[in-house]
């Protein structure tokens, strides 16, 4: 049994592609699904993932930021693009509030338009909300019923969020956050009444650097990559009050049963 990094940035060149997978793949962490946050990600990401067909996967979508990239043809160049065997869901895509790169109604035509795809295509979502949760909540309850799941990724959110995204079926994507003792009270009590059939653990790599790693920074240029995915999944032990292998397994079967990622066994071959 392995793990799986749901959330990597890997089309971002401060990760160096073949040291990092070597990395990851010596802390066991050999399935990687790489984020696809605008057509042109989307792509690259595809094409990644196709060098390691057994280790890498892809999503295809435009994050809120890019929002306001999407027009009449974006929605049929992504439905072309997931067709690839590596594509297990559609994402990352939501409303960020945070910063309005790009404004809420562009967002949400974005998001809407993807949220259609996920559910033609019978694939899974991929979520990033920031500053927006009621908006993105209500969109999500009107897609609830033809959509085939998905991850709230990178969940910061409090208990009462959760419990909302745990009534729609989703998975809830824990990160590095959970490791800061400043910042991360509100998501460690979250944490705690988890479901651990609905975790997932991602590093949302290079961002997000856990806090208390080994001082590793010549090796990693201060970045964070999929080999810290255990270090996370400490954190999220100790929290949960489970030994480390419960996490461990049930986080892979989660991630293989929501993303149809093919077993580890048969990737072995
Ligand atoms: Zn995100």
New binding site residues.
Partial sequence: MSWCDI?VNFIDSRLEVEPVIARSLEAEVNQIII?G?SVNVSKAAIDLAQSSPKHLFSTVGV?PHHASEFNAQTQNTLRKLAVSSQVVAIG?C?L?YNRNFSTPAEQIYAFEQQLELACELKLPVF????DAFDEQLNLLKKYQNQLMGGVA??FTGTIEQMQAYLDLGLFIGITGWVCDPKRGEALRAAVKALPIERLLLET?APYLRPKGLANNRKVDKGNNEPAYLPYIAEHVANIMQLDLLTVRNASMNNSQMLFALPSNEAKNA
């Fill in positions: 959330g984020t946050t994050h990352e939501g960020d979520l990033h909300e920031r990724h990178c949302d």
